[in-house]
């Protein structure tokens, strides 16, 4: 049979391509042949380290190799940093035309979650603050302990950072805030000795309590004292703050008036007038003048 130039041409065409194919598939098995047995002796150096913090990773060939890491750096070590456990790619080449991929690995710790728990006071008071997740505190100046007792004068926030068992840290906040302060008006009476007085709260805001001791609770109480007496109040405010406030009774004495007669020699009555006060003594005096118009008297 005979064939067509065209034919004929078709035939040497595919001919020489399969040579070609064979020719390049024979160095192919050749050269990975090669490479397969010259393969380097790999050290990988990888790190741990704490969340977003920097670690350094490293690899090592032995053979002269040469190593491209997926940053494009070309240095057998690289610094990295990862929120989480990262394997980090680099191609190390060697024996010229030979190239193995590897990968190293950076493992990566979470940070603990700290809370901080701060608290509402009154003025005055003492706060007592805390901190969990953590297995140490650093409150700083005041203190290296879960738990810290601070006193401000206004709201505050304190800094705490807390490590955990890796070594790991964060930081956080615990607020005190102060709360509003409160007022009491106590005011007392003035009796005379043996009567009750008196003691009540001036304008007493609704959700208050009030606290007299042994007088009792309430806005208003009652006291008989035999003297001069001051009585303290202890009000609480909706906010549970407390102030104190005083209340004064003014104790006077009874003074009996009254005339002692102590001779009527000479047709001359002689009194004495029984008075502990200035007022009485006056009023005394007057009713023994008046009386002179009856008859001489003398007081004494």
């Known amino acids: 049979m ?12 595919m001919a020489r391509f399969y040579f070609l194919i064979t020719l390049l598939f024979f160095f192919s098995r050749v050269d990975a042949a090669d490479c397969a047995s010259s393969v380097p002796t790999i050290t990988r150096t990888g790190a741990t380290v704490c969340e977003g913090k920097q670690g350094s990773i490293s690899i090592n060939g032995t053979g002269g190799s040469t190593y491209l ?80 007792n601070v006193k401000p004068i206004a709201d505050q926030n304190y800094s705490v950072t807390g490590t955990d068992a890796n070594g790991c840290t964060a930081v956080s906040f615990a607020a005190v805030t102060i709360k509003s302060g409160i007022s009491a008006t106590a005011v007392g009476d003035t009796i005379c000795e043996g009567d009750v007085a008196f003691l009540s709260i001036v304008n007493p805001p609704v959700g208050f309590t009030y606290n007299w001791g042994s007088l009792g609770q309430g806005t208003s109480v009652t006291a008989a004292p035999l003297v001069n007496s001051l009585y303290k109040v202890i ?27 102590i001779s009527t020699q000479s047709a001359v009555m002689i009194l004495q007038c029984h008075s502990m006060g200035f007022l009485q003594a006056v009023i005394c005096s007057a009713l023994a003048f008046l009386a002179q118009s009856s008859f001489p008297i003398a007081l004494a």
């Open 69 to 148: 890491w997926f940053n494009g750096s070309t240095s057998p070590s690289v610094n990295v940093t990862a929120s989480v456990s990262t394997y980090y790619q680099v191609t190390i080449y060697y024996n010229d035309s030979c190239s193995v991929m590897d990968s190293v690995l950076l493992n990566v710790n979470s940070n603990p979650i700290v809370t901080g728990i701060g608290e509402a006071i009154c003025t005055g008071e003492t706060a007592r603050i805390t901190a969990t997740g953590a297995l140490t505190y650093n409150w700083g100046i005041h203190g290296n302990t879960q738990f810290i």
């Open 2 to 13: 005979l064939f067509s130039q065209a034919t004929i041409i078709f035939i040497l065409r």
């Open 235 to 261: 009000a609480t405010g909706t906010n549970g703050c407390t102030v104190e406030a005083t209340a004064f009774v003014y104790v006077s004495k009874k003074n009996q008036l009254f005339w002692t007669l």
